[in-house]
């Protein structure tokens, strides 16, 4: 069974950056879509943004766009989130999925371990007001 291992989390102030990454051991992500999702505490996961395998499109949740970019190195089998203008409601644990596409990442939150099998163990992020 693939593994992924997310990275990069940590305590940042309000305006700041972090780069998550998301490392896939055991299996190639060249294949998959992998998206990112994040649950603040008291909340629902959500869907934050995502990456296809066939051409590299992108999706991105109306919080996060214009301050998020996901990119994907498939040489080194990583995936990574540049998170720039942070806000203190960014703050959540933040999981990276592979997934076939990103439908599951782009639709509403749901019960996304009925639709993907592979995830990571996630990376804490707390942004300071």
């Known amino acids: 069974q693939g593994q992924l291992v997310e990275s990069g989390g940590g305590l940042v102030h309000s305006g700041g950056s972090l780069r998550l990454s998301c490392a896939a051991s055991?299996?190639?992500?060249?294949?998959?879509?992998i998206g990112w999702f994040r649950q603040a505490p008291g909340k629902e996961r959500e869907g934050v943004s995502c990456?296809?395998?066939?051409?590299?499109?992108?999706y991105y949740a109306d919080s996060v766009k214009g301050r998020f970019t996901i990119s994907r190195d498939n040489a080194k089998n990583t995936v990574y989130l540049q998170m720039n203008s942070l806000k203190p409601e960014d703050t959540a644990v933040y999981f990276c999925?592979?997934?076939?596409?990103?439908?599951?990442?782009?639709?509403?939150?749901?019960?996304?371990?009925?639709?993907?099998?592979?995830w990571g163990q996630g990376t804490l992020v707390t942004v300071s007001s």
């Open positions: 999925a592979a997934d076939r596409d990103c439908t599951v990442a782009a639709g509403p939150p749901r019960n996304y371990y009925r639709y993907i099998d592979i």
């Open positions: 055991g299996f190639t992500l060249d294949y998959y879509a």
């Open positions: 990456i296809n395998s066939s051409d590299g499109s992108t």
